[in-house]
């Protein structure tokens, strides 16, 4: 059973910092792709950034890319979203996801963590 859990939301000024952290409970962590994806009050989910499996490879939506840097440790199971220079056009729930190799689409999901940017 693949369980994903985020942390590190909350309220913050514009061009302020956050950290995420997502943990996971897969035995195999180092096999899966992982993605960091937000949804604002009536919006779409959207993509945010993605890390392969070895950490290697990167991806950002145009949006962030400069401003977040998306990292993982393999070691502790745990995948980051570092957010600087935050803008109140962040604040969504961000949720992290996970796709083993071989998947095209995130086959798990966390429950979410609000970030909320203050203009």
Known sequence: QVQLVESGGGLVQAGGSLRLSCAASIRTFSSYGMGWFRQA???EREFVAAINFSGSSVDYTDSVKGRFTISR???KNTMY???NS???EDTAVYYCAAKSVGMQRYAYWGQGTQVTVAS
């Open 73 to 75: 440790d393999n070691a």
């Open 41 to 43: 009050p009536g919006k």
């Open 86 to 88: 935050l803008k109140p």
């Open 81 to 83: 979203l570092q957010m």
